[in-house]
């Protein structure tokens, strides 16, 4: 036997409620009920039949919504190790820009350095003290340009993207999320 649909027992309803009336008609016509007791019978017999169309709708809405747990049950299931891989980019991310910033900070030291040990020797070597300097200011200078776009744009567009992807509770470490926006 076949499990009772929603539908099927929809026609079923309405077949019963085409039924009822022919039957109550035949009552009318033969004498048997009178005009206002088939009425009031139409009546009840209408409310339970609406009563059992809203039954229907309750059921098909319960199904419908344990399928859509199912669904986000099976979808949880499917993007869980994709949040586990951005939580593992996002502290990637935060060594990146660690490593960028200590990749600064001896870039800048270096420079002073580098100027306090070319002045020495271009002054003993009589080069033009100029031209050396801007060469080693532009070298640092482009570190320090490639560091800031690491840091200005690569990085927040990463926790962006991951932010948009992510299903859990963000671990951005909070001088990165002060310090990018």
Do not use: W
């Amino acid at each position: 036997m076949r499990s009772v649909t929603p539908r099927r027992l929809g026609v079923m309803i309405a077949a019963l409620g085409v039924a009822g009336c022919l039957v109550l008609l035949a009552l009318i016509v033969t004498g048997a009920l009178g005009a206002a007791t088939a009425l009031q019978l139409v009546l009840a017999f209408a409310a339970l039949g609406l009563l059992a169309l809203n039954l229907l709708s309750l059921r098909r809405a319960d199904g419908k919504v344990l399928r859509l747990d199912r669904k986000v049950a099976a979808l949880g299931e499917r993007f869980e190790p994709a949040s586990a891989d951005i939580r593992g980019l996002r502290s990637d991310l935060a060594r990146l820009t660690a490593a960028v910033d200590r990749l600064e900070k001896s870039v800048r030291q270096v420079e002073s350095r580098t100027a306090a040990s070319a002045t020495s020797v271009l002054a003993a070597l009589g080069e033009d003290r100029i031209e050396a300097m801007s060469r080693s200011s532009a070298h640092a200078d482009l570190l320090l340009e490639i560091g800031s776009e690491i840091r200005e744009r690569v990085a927040p567009a990463i926790y962006q993207l991951s932010s948009e992807l992510d299903l859990g509770p963000d671990p951005e470490p909070a001088g990165l999320r002060e310090r990018h926006g």
